[in-house]
C-alpha cells in the first residue's frame, strides 16, 4: 500500500494539472500562459526605459514597471475604468475615474485632451472593463491610449501611491 501512495499522488497531480490547463484554456476570464508582446521596462543596454521611450512603443500594454515610470514622472493620466464605488473605496493616486459603462456620456471624458497619453486600468488581469473604455476612447479620437492589465490588484501589491477613502 505504501509503494501505491506516491505514483497515486503523481497521478492525481498530473490529472489535476490537466484538468486546470484545459479549464484555464476555455475560460475567456483565463489567465494567459503565452507572453503577449514585449512589457518589460529594460531597455537592451540594461537601462530603465524612459517615459518617452515607454509612450512611443509599440505594444499598447504596460508593465507594472512601465506604469510605475509613467506615474513617477506624470507623463501620462491615469483612468480608472471601473464603477465609481470601487473608485470612491480606492483608487491609484490622482486618477480620474470614466466609468466604462458610460465613458461615452461621461462629462470627464469630453475635458480630456485627445493626443495627452492615457493609462487605463480596472480590477486586475481578468478584468476587461479598462480594455472596453479604451475602446471607447479610441474610437472617440483618443490617439495614446495605454493599458495598465495588472490593475488595482498589481499596483495595491506593489504598494505604490493610492487614494483611499476610509
Not at 51 to 61: C, D, M, N, Q
Not at 77 to 101: C, G, L, M, N, T
Amino acid at each position: 500500500m505504501i509503494k501505491k501512495s506516491p505514483i497515486q499522488a503523481a497521478v492525481i497531480l498530473f490529472g489535476s494539472l490537466i484538468a486546470g490547463l484545459a479549464f484555464n484554456n476555455f475560460n475567456p476570464g483565463g489567465v494567459s500562459l503565452l507572453a503577449s508582446g514585449p512589457s518589460t521596462s529594460i531597455s537592451a543596454s540594461g537601462n530603465t526605459l524612459t517615459p518617452h521611450e515607454i509612450l512611443s512603443k509599440t505594444g499598447r500594454t504596460l508593465s507594472l514597471a512601465e506604469t510605475q515610470v509613467l506615474f513617477e514622472s506624470k507623463a501620462a493620466v491615469f483612468i480608472d475604468a471601473r464603477p465609481p464605488s470601487f473608485y470612491q473605496a480606492e483608487h491609484i493616486k490622482s486618477a480620474i475615474s470614466v466609468y466604462y459603462k458610460t465613458a461615452g456620456l461621461n462629462p470627464a471624458l469630453d475635458k480630456l485632451k485627445k493626443n495627452d497619453p492615457y493609462v487605463v486600468y480596472c480590477k486586475g488581469p481578468n478584468c476587461n472593463q479598462a480594455q472596453l473604455l479604451a475602446d471607447t476612447m479610441h474610437k472617440a479620437g483618443f490617439t495614446k491610449i495605454f493599458l495598465f492589465p495588472g490593475g488595482m490588484q498589481e499596483w495595491r501589491l506593489a504598494q505604490y501611491p493610492m487614494d483611499r477613502t476610509p
